[in-house]
């Protein structure tokens, strides 16, 4: 964990509330895991108080070698609003990369990725991991599901990878009009994969859960809860675990990613 004056390449809007900020970072991002995290601060304001958590989105490479972090991030209140209007060459203060990150094996050939709106910021890292270890794209399948078609993001990123791409929306603006769920038990009936990685609103979360339980496939989902300080200072992202008697977890030391067979959600 490294904390760091982080100066600002660009921060580009991609949507009508969605946003991408690359920034330079001295050291530390090199073994960073897709799943993992930084929390963010504004250097010289009072307001707000709290860092706030994004998840690495990408790695910004230069000969091979890591020379910062991209994010991506939805406009949903005052950090996020702030972050918007940060202009390049501006800094931030960001402390990370924080959590565990996704568990990849290679021994996990047939791949499922589910990504619900904003759920989509740590998958499209986690996609270019998996084809960095040899992962054949081909075998991995992607669900994205959003409200419409501008909350539809990065469709391209797992199309450049060679993944097969499933879409849904809420209003049908785009791809099939149904949740997420619905492609992704459809595909569980023809072929169940080794593994199920996650990430998107709770609702979402518990019906992929549900899906691989029912085909007892392993699943894996990053869970976003409210963190205040993201190093296991503030006890407020307590995660109940499943059937022990130590019974909370946090998401930002023990998570954001956990198995899902561990965790009440
Ligand atoms: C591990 C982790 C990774 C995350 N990664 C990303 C990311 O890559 N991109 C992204 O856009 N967002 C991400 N988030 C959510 C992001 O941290 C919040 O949207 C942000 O903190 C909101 O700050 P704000 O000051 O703009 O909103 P606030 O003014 O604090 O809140 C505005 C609204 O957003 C809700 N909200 C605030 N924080 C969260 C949260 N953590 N989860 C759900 N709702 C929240 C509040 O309840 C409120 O309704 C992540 C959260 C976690 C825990
Ligand atoms: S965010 Fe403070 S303990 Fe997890």
């Known amino acids: 964990m490294h904390q760091e004056e982080a100066k600002v390449l660009w ?3 991609v949507g009508p509330e969605y946003y ?6 001295e050291g530390g991002y090199s073994n960073a895991r897709p799943g993992q995290f930084i929390m963010l601060r504004f250097p010289g304001r009072i307001t707000p108080f709290l860092r706030r958590p994004f998840s ?3 790695r910004i490479l230069a000969d091979g070698r890591t020379t910062g972090i991209e994010l991506l991030y939805k406009v949903v209140g005052e950090g996020t609003k702030i972050l918007s209007e940060i202009q390049t060459d501006d800094v931030v203060d960001i402390l990370g990369p924080l959590g565990n990150g996704f568990f990849i ?9 589910v990504a619900g709106g904003i759920g989509v910021a740590p998958m499209v890292f986690l996609a270019s991991y998996l084809e960095e270890r040899g992962i054949n794209p081909s075998r991995c399948t992607v669900f994205l599901g959003g409200r419409s078609t501008e909350d539809l993001l990065c469709r391209d990123d797992f199309l450049r990878i060679g993944m097969k791409l499933h879409i849904t929306t809420d209003d049908g603006s ?3 009009q149904c949740f997420v769920t619905h492609p992704l038990e459809a595909e569980f009936d023809k072929r169940r994969p080794d593994i199920v990685y996650a990430c998107g609103p709770m609702d979402m979360l518990k019906c992929v859960i549900g899906i691989a339980e029912k085909y007892a496939a392993p699943c894996q989902v990053s869970i976003e809860t409210m963190m205040a300080c993201g190093i296991g200072a503030c006890l407020g992202c307590a995660v109940e675990r499943k059937g022990a008697s130590d019974k909370y977890m946090h998401a930002c030391m023990d998570g954001p990613v956990f198995d899902a067979d561990m965790i009440k959600i």
């Open 105 to 113: 094996s290679n021994a996990h050939k047939d791949i499922y990725i």
């Open 11 to 13: 921060n580009r809007k």
């Open 56 to 58: 690495i989105h990408q």
């Open 174 to 176: 785009a791809g099939d």
């Open 20 to 25: 991408r900020i690359g920034l330079t970072c």
